[in-house]
């Protein structure tokens, strides 16, 4: 399989989570700009675990996802209670504040003679389990994507659950949630958490696949092009984020003959849609058409 | 079942509500009729805890509500359908009442994501009974947000009687109908709503009133000013009063 093809195809893994991560909090309603924050999270502390403490690379990847949700959780419980627009806000305040202490951070340990970890700006180096276990690209292409799976499975029997149309309902109109016996913050939080999970899978094979991270990698227009992966795709099914991954990198990105234009044309799409498609190309409208077909045919 | 003691709502200076005293008894069926402004769907809002009170008290089955969540509130058996009519406009007619099952005594937490098989089925029946008999059933996977008027009106019936609530309240259940399908809803109410639970049902037809309600109470300015059984209430001077330059009782 050619190098390039496979590294676009991990990157598309690896940003989807990223893109399902925004897409399941634009679902209850609420615009983060902060989703990077979480992906960051986890690809410091899975790194750590698997390059400086020694830990295999399963336990380091589910350790820091477990660090993302929690921090997603313990972002959630004051952030959530204000709304909108400020909820926006104070998650855009949030990933920056994580990415400027990752711009100071630092935690070296010496291993056979080289000091590894992060080093503030210079960044985190050598987190390299994935070439010291002889795995290829084109198997840990595969692990990407047999998360992917897992986690989109994940969404969709969340989405025919109680438990999504709950979401959906507070994406929709929050007092009236409510009138239906909803706790909307506890549910709200809830969101965070699982979206802060989500996005941690993602940075924790974000960190292992390219060796290093710094934090610059990590800011604003990480967050803003998984919100807007969502708003391309569609809000109407977990397709949706995906569908706009592939479009801005398998598309957009990896057609080097526009690759200068590539942030005018992305800008340009997301406009476009705002305004023919507000809620994507899979909206529910176009869901519930394609489900009602696929039923008739089956009946 | 609901007893309101010099309940107070204000907004900045305007008194919504001015010392409303107001009760109502187990099983009744309760008309709730006033002028534009006089403080119903403030005191529907008051009552499920989306307003609180600015003062007076509050309390449900003789507990105190005043300081509640809407959440706590409506898990306590109380369901309300809107005036200006509120839906989920992007679930479908279905999804729409199958939700509001939440945090009834007979839908576990765990079964938020995984559903016992059988105890899930007969709820999916029940929404669809609910469906058969508001008339939804053929419109069950539409989204909810493509129905006319009417059909949202019914489907905000069966959202609320899913809930099974021991209290429910209507905020003009046939407003902005034609006479023919305000007399199904008229039906549909004494069929399926009120039976065995009490009811408030707020109406500016009242021929609806006289047919639904064992009792009426008649609101201006945020304070009772009449009380009664509809017919005695419906001829009461105050009442005709409160009504005349805006809209006649008899045929509004």
Known sequence: MDDHLVGVLSNIGMISFIALSAYLLLIVGEISFGQQAFFAISAYASGIATAMWGWDFWPGLAWGTAVAAAAAVLVGIPTLRIRGLYFSIATLAFAEMVRLVFEVFKYQVEIDGEMVGPDGSDGFRDIRYIFENDITAVEYMLMIYGLLAAVLCAFFLLERSRLGSIFRMIGQDPVLAEMQGIDVTAYKILALGLAGLVAGIGGGLYAHLTTFVEPKIFNVMLGVHSLAYGLIGGLGTAFGPLIGVAIDIGFLESIRAISGYRMIAFGGLVAVLLIFRPRGLLDEAAVNWIRLRLRRRHA | ?252
């Open chain 2, 1 to 252: 079942m609901l007893e309101i003691e010099r309940l107070v709502r204000k907004f900045g200076a305007v008194e919504a509500l001015a010392g409303l005293d107001f009760s109502v008894e187990e099983g009744e069926s309760m008309g709730l009729i006033g002028p534009n402004g006089s403080g119903k769907t403030t005191l529907f809002n008051v009552v499920t805890g989306v307003y609180p009170p600015t003062s007076g008290s509050l309390r449900l089955e003789g507990r105190d509500i005043g300081a509640s969540k809407p959440d706590r509130i409506v898990n306590l058996g109380v369901a309300r359908t809107f005036q200006n009519l509120r839906i989920f406009e992007r679930l479908t007619v279905f999804e729409n009442v199958w939700a509001a099952q939440h945090r009834r005594a007979d839908v576990a937490l765990r079964e938020l994501v995984l559903a016992g098989r059988s105890a899930e089925r007969a709820r999916r029946q029940e929404v669809d009974g609910l469906l058969e008999l508001t008339g939804l059933a053929d419109r069950r996977d539409a989204l909810a947000g493509g129905l006319p008027l009417p059909d949202q009106r019914r489907l905000e019936l069966a959202r609320a009687l899913a809930r099974r609530p021991r209290l429910l309240l209507l905020d003009e259940p046939a407003g902005g109908m034609t006479p023919a399908e305000t007399e199904h809803m008229v039906r549909l109410i004494r069929d399926i709503a009120i039976p065995g639970r009490t009811c408030i049902v707020i109406e500016h037809k009242m021929e609806m009133i006289r047919n639904l309600c064992d009792r009426v109470c008649v609101l201006d300015f945020g304070r009772k000013i009449a009380e009664g059984p509809p017919e005695a209430v419906l001829r009461d001077d105050r009442v005709i009063e409160a009504y005349i330059g805006r809209e006649a009782p008899a045929d509004a």
